[in-house]
């Protein structure tokens, strides 16, 4: 008996220790893992977990490195590497032995934001993406990957997202993001290097669950946005057991509603959804879906929101800046390429959230914005016309990233003179030209002191544009696709839009 207990015990002391040390082999973090894109020309921060003092040796492309684990994690740098579209192998050994294989040396941008940048190849919302079937079946680019961020609202920092890589051919990119997707396309083409995007995108949000809790406190215009959400924080559990506890009458209602308003050919009732999870509010998602990416090695961040912030433009236009910066001051990567896309147009998008994204060009620097006025729906806010969106931000990528002298950007407002009746406007970003695509411009409004707007003629002289109304003797603004729904036919030579504007900015 004393023997079998001795056993026993010896069995028991050694399943600890090995289950133990088990548990704690060096591990990389997700983002190191097969057919991985590294970002070249920079320091290369490689990091994962391991057991208490132990020594963690990174080999790759000739390199070898080693790092001690300290509160069970290990991070150590890579020196800059050069483009190399030949998959190479990582070797990572600790206790144990890590090889990581088909791994690619290139370009990596952050693809983030809400729906529009979230949108997949086989998206339908409510319309598929135009021209889909032609583009999936074209969609052979085995050096353009994609690691995307699962959803994960957290109230506190989440440090691995537990996700993969995925290479890019006609049966994966049905889950590739559609913009980013086209974006990386057509850099492709053009740099001829591999190219890694990371996908970290929910569709609904508002800038303010992106940026950290703190950084949001320390703003005293933006820290009412911290306070609603611990006020929502505390009505969710309630919101939460009182829908559950009425679903299925709900959902009783909701079919009868449906019906009716199917046979009344009237607009369909939305279906009851459960009170949204409040934990991704105020940094929620920079916790759970950002944090994990950093400190990844990129070149860049496309981003595509605003929606979800129309209705508080003027917050947004400290709220988006701020989050920018929030964002490059933990990357610690300097001050990388921030590229965003201006709302498209649609009925219940208003003229002031495109404005707030435009007043941040000379908020931020280093950042610059894609205008896609001509791409927009009227009665959906998921416009299907994203390829034209991922070539203007490749456009804007290569100026700012990679120092082309091209031409990125529709004309910007700069400036305005009134002269006797007419106000002369001036702009950025002229091109080789200002142009109208269908002859008279269309879309400018002027007034006089009493602010009342009437439809204007608009004629180009040059790099300027010479606005004036019968109507108004004595001009002192003028508004230019000032809508909801602008349509637009004001462009550069270079085939960019115009962004809309005003010269009487509050």
Not at 263 to 272: G, I, L, Q, T, V
Request: glycine share 6%; charged share 20%.
């Amino acid at each position: 008996m004393k023997k079998y207990s001795l056993y026993n015990g010896l069995t028991l002391l050694f399943l600890v220790v090995y289950l133990a040390k088990g548990f704690a082999i060096v591990k990389p973090n997700s983002l190191f893992s097969n057919n991985m894109v590294l970002q070249r020309g920079v320091s290369v921060p490689i990091w994962g977990t391991a057991n208490e003092g132990e020594k963690v040796t990174v080999e790759f492309n000739g390199q070898k490195v080693t790092a001690v684990a300290k509160d069970g994690k290990w991070k150590l740098n890579l020196k800059a590497l050069k483009a190399n579209n030949k998959p190479q192998t990582m070797i990572i050994t600790g206790e144990n032995t890590i090889k990581i294989e088909n791994i690619l040396v290139g370009e990596v941008w952050v693809c983030s934001g809400q729906s529009n940048m979230g949108m997949s190849m086989t998206s339908a919302l409510p319309k598929p993406i135009f021209n889909v079937k032609e583009e999936i079946s074209a969609a052979n680019y085995p050096e353009i990957r994609q690691f995307h961020v699962p959803f994960n609202a957290s109230e506190t920092l989440v440090e691995d997202a537990n996700s993969k890589w995925v290479i890019c051919d006609t049966v994966s990119i049905k889950h590739f993001t559609a913009v980013g997707y086209f974006f990386a396309r057509d850099l492709y083409k053009h740099l001829n290097v591999p190219i890694g995007i990371l996908l970290s995108s929910v569709g609904g949000t508002p800038a303010q669950d992106w940026t950290r809790r703190e950084t949001l406190e320390a703003n005293p215009e933006l820290k009412v946005l911290v306070d609603e959400h611990d006020k929502a924080l505390q009505r969710y559990p309630a919101a939460l057991e009182k829908f559950n506890k009425n679903k299925e009458q709900l959902m009783s209602k909701w079919v009868a509603d449906t019906l009716a308003a199917f046979n009344a050919n009237k607009p369909m009732p939305n279906k009851p959804i459960a009170p949204r999870n409040v934990h991704e509010g105020a940094g929620g998602l920079y916790n759970g879906m950002i944090n994990p990416l950093i400190p990844y090695a990129i070149k860049g961040v496309i981003w595509y929101q605003g929606e979800a912030n129309r209705t508080n433009s003027k917050q947004y236009s400290t709220l988006f800046p701020t989050m920018i910066n929030d964002w490059r001051k933990t990357w610690n990567q300097g001050e990388y390429p921030f590229l965003y896309v201006q709302i498209a147009p649609y009925k219940d998008m208003t003229p002031e959230i495109r404005e707030a994204q435009l007043l941040t060009l000379d908020k931020v620097s280093n950042v610059a914005m894609t205008v896609i006025t001509d791409c927009g729906d009227s009665v959906t806010v998921h416009p299907t016309y994203k390829q034209p969106v991922g070539y203007r931000l490749h456009l804007a990528a290569r100026a700012l990233a990679y120092n082309e002298k091209i031409e990125y950007s529709g004309p910007l407002y700069k400036g305005f003179e009134v002269k006797g009746n007419t106000i002369e406007i001036s702009f950025t970003h002229v091109g080789k030209g200002l142009f109208s695509k269908d002859g008279n411009l269309t879309g400018f409004t002027i007034a006089g002191d009493d602010k009342k707007f009437a439809p204007a003629k608009a004629v180009i002289k040059g790099d300027k544009i010479i606005v004036s109304s019968s109507d108004v003797a004595k001009p002192t603004a003028v508004r230019f696709g000032w809508n909801n729904n602008p349509i637009n036919n004001f462009f550069n030579k270079d085939g960019l839009p115009a962004s809309p504007f005003r010269t009487d900015v509050d």
